[in-house]
């Protein structure tokens, strides 16, 4: 490009920069730490100030300094002295349009329309901001609801984490993303099920086309039935090997990675031979997925979360969940937490990912408590929701920790979350991108 063209190119792009970013412009601000877990997996480094300019950080430095001290007279403060400051949360499995869940959610599929499903999306995302999570992972959702949230959000036009964007998810024909399943036959033909669903290798490298062109971050598969699925066809291995297999590839030529659902180990090793970059639930594991994991370098995101979910609707209402369903949640219930146990020792890359949508947005965190309970130190769930998280996401240069050019995302509680790990269920302060979210005074909106 000839340089007279570049700048105005450039002064294209700054003129329609979102008033959101343009707000934090030029902007320096202080916050004082009392503790700052800047690296996660890494010793906090005591009172600390964080220097923050135009929404990244700029400097991190030792013990509590002031605005002018700091060289920044203009500089805005924020007073965190009593509080432990840590990197935005992570979660790498949500599904942010709906947590209704059971047959509450069968209606929701024939009664509302997507534009209500935005709105819902958007309330969603700002409980999962408030509660401390900057960025997610979103797994999935139909008529591009979540996308364009996504794109809402990062130009400034509303509120929420940072999303990484999975489109529609893939499964082959009544496989767990089949829409149809549970109604009745004339009712099924209502669905547009070539969006996502492919049988035979050909057909799944079209379906992975179909979500590339429609701007997916990354592409969500299923190899096996699902809990939530509306049939009775158990939770094994429902995709064969090649159509995994061409599934991989074709995300790799886009340079995508691939997110796996898989309950039953056949579906997971199907999905790790094939590349997977990981998986999702992982109900069953045996020693030789084990081994397939630790091979492969995939991550496990064990999406405990949703059996809070479940416990939940089915205290409300034992009929909240049709009988075929009920099976598969009352064998998920009894199982889940062993997997983690397992695979823990051996030396998996964890991700944490809650799977909300079906546990309740907003509570996220309940998640560490579970990831304690079934075999984690709190150091080590926190590494899964920062520096583990930001890596199979691929921000790791962006996000998870608190270092210089990092986006400024950041939370504080009241309490060591290295010793006790339900603090993280009270976040206070929510700072993204350098704005402020949440603080004392409450929740913010778009300035
Ligand atoms: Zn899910």
Redesign the pocket.
């Known amino acids: 490009m000839r340089p007279k063209f570049l700048v105005l190119a450039l002064a294209a792009l700054v003129a329609t920069a979102p008033v959101h970013a343009q707000s934090t412009a030029t902007r320096v601000i202080l916050v004082q730490a009392g503790q700052l877990l800047d690296r996660p997996g890494r010793p906090a480094r005591g009172p600390s100030t964080i220097v923050i300019r135009d929404g990244r950080i700029a400097e991190l430095r030792d013990g509590h300094v002031g605005a002018a001290a700091a060289g920044f007279a203009d500089a805005e403060v924020v007073d965190l002295r009593d509080r432990y400051v840590l990197p935005g949360l992570i979660d790498s499995?949500?599904?942010l349009t709906s947590d209704t869940g059971g047959v509450l959610s069968q209606l929701e599929e024939v009664q509302l329309e997507p534009a209500a499903k935005a709105f819902n999306a958007l309330s969603n995302a700002h409980k999962t901001l408030a509660a401390g999570f900057t960025t997610v992972r979103n797994?999935?959702d139909r008529d591009g609801v979540t996308l364009a949230l996504r794109d809402a959000i990062r130009a400034g036009k509303v509120v929420g984490p940072n999303i990484v964007d999975a489109g529609t998810?893939i499964s082959t024909t009544s496989g767990h993303m089949d829409p149809a399943l549970g109604f009745r036959d004339d009712l099924r033909e209502a669905f547009d099920r070539h969006d996502n669903l492919c049988d035979g290798a050909d057909d799944c490298r079209r379906a992975v086309r179909r979500q590339v062109a429609r701007g997916v971050d990354v592409i969500?598969i299923a190899t096996t039935g699902?809990v939530n699925s509306r049939i009775g066809a158990g939770l094994g291995q429902q995709m064969f090997d090649d159509e995994a297999k061409a599934i991989v590839e074709t995300a790799r030529l886009y340079g995508k990675k691939v997110a796996v659902?898989a309950h039953g180990v056949d579906g997971v090793k199907v999905a790790l031979v094939a590349g997977a970059d990981s998986i999702?639930?992982g109900t069953v594991l045996d020693d030789e997925a084990i081994a397939l994991f630790v091979k492969s370098g995939a991550y496990y995101v064990p999406?405990l979360s949703t059996v809070n979910g479940y416990l939940e609707r089915l205290a409300a209402d034992p009929n909240a969940y049709s009988p075929a369903v009920r099976a598969k949640v009352d064998w998920r219930i009894k199982v889940t937490g062993e997997s983690l146990r397992k695979a823990v020792p051996r030396g998996v890359k964890i991700a944490f990912g809650t799977?909300a949508?079906?546990s309740k947005h907003g509570r996220n965190a309940e998640e560490f408590e579970l990831m304690v309970k079934h075999g984690m130190t709190p150091a080590q769930a926190l590494v899964a929701a920062t520096v583990s998280a930001a890596d199979l996401l691929g921000l790791s240069s962006e996000v998870g920790t608190l270092e210089p050019g990092r986006r400024a995302d950041l939370i504080a509680v009241e309490g060591d979350p290295l010793a006790d790990v339900t603090v993280l269920k009270r976040v206070s302060f929510v700072m993204k991108d350098g704005v402020v979210f949440r603080d004392g005074r409450g929740v913010h909106p778009p300035r």
Request: glycine residues 20%; proline residues 0%.
């Open positions: 499995h949500v599904h797994l999935g998810s969500k699902g659902h999702e639930h999406t799977d949508g079906v």
